[in-house]
T-cell receptor, first 112, second 112 residues
């Protein structure tokens, strides 16, 4: 059984740029959620996708957007990058909403 | 006030010690509860779910007190390999936001 895979593993961007992070969900999982984890903090919920539709969103501005594809893989897009966007971005998938989340190893994004 | 609050630690304990972590949550509508473990620069991994009746998994015991909105984790006979950050996690489960809400984590360092 393939787990959750994220790409890239590391990324450096400059302020104002745009970035796309990718996630392949675990086989059989139809729900994908994204989290931002700043240094020394717990992960913060960004949004969740179920069957290609966003069905939940945390306290993040609209410049954070996403997509889920028919194969349940997902993208996180961030526009107009700010220094505070530097963090570990985690993708998690589950078979049903709210239970049995499996996390990917994350993308470490650094904004300079 | 944070939705999930934990003592950040660090807890420095000798091998073989018993250590307890506590966590409080603010939303009385929270429906499911978990402890996750996160090693340095890795993704969170589910340690155990927490049930109202309390539950045990080997050296780990979790308790939930819904009236006090309080969750605990007890680790007996600590091993060096238990050194990690322990994240208290709740799932509110309401429509539109079936996502995980994480505490900031409690760091445990087990000393030889």
């Amino acid at each position: 059984e393939t787990g959750v895979t994220q790409s890239p593993t590391h990324l450096i961007k400059t302020r104002g740029q745009q970035v796309t992070l990718r996630c392949s969900s675990q086989s059989g999982h139809n729900t994908v959620s994204w989290y931002q984890q700043a240094l020394g903090q717990g992960p913060q919920f960004i949004f969740q996708y179920y069957r290609e539709e966003e069905n939940g969103r945390g306290n993040f501005p609209p410049r954070f957007s996403g997509l889920q594809f028919p194969n349940y893989s997902s993208e996180l897009n961030v526009n107009a990058l700010e220094l505070d966007d530097s963090a570990l971005y985690l993708c998690a998938s589950s078979r049903t909403e709210g239970y049995g989340y499996t996390f990917g190893s994350g993308t470490r994004l650094t904004i300079v | 006030r944070k939705e999930v609050e934990q003592d950040p630690g660090p807890f420095n304990v000798p091998e073989g010690a018993t250590v307890a972590f506590n966590c409080t949550y603010s939303n009385s509508a929270s429906q499911s509860f978990f402890w996750y473990r996160q090693d340095c620069r890795k993704e969170p991994k589910l340690l155990m779910s927490v049930y109202s009746s309390g539950n045990e998994d080997g050296r780990f015991t979790a308790q939930l007190n819904r009236a006090s909105q309080y969750i605990s984790l007890l680790i007996r006979d600590s091993k060096l390999s238990d050194s990690a950050t322990y994240l208290c996690v709740v799932n509110i489960g309401d429509t539109g936001r079936r996502a995980l809400t994480f505490g900031s984590g409690t760091r445990l360092q087990v000393q030889p």
